[in-house]
């Protein structure tokens, strides 16, 4: 999870310890490259994301990259 959170929020211009936070886990764990999440968390995560990029093509920016 930690290298596709890091691509994903370079991408988008966000932090991914900002992301993290957001969903109620430590900021550290960005660079933990062993992260594992259940599935709830995992979503939670992407939603995080897209409320913190703030694009209205979030989704295209994604599928494009």
Request: proline fraction near 5%.
């Amino acid at each position: 999870l930690s290298a596709s959170l890091k691509n994903s929020a370079t991408l988008l211009g966000v932090s991914p310890e900002r992301i993290l936070s957001r969903v109620g886990l430590s900021p550290s764990l960005a660079n933990d490259s062993d992260l594992s999440v259940g599935a709830d968390t995992y979503f939670r995560i992407w939603e995080a994301t897209r409320i913190e990029a703030d694009r209205p093509s979030f989704e295209m920016d994604l599928a494009m990259a």
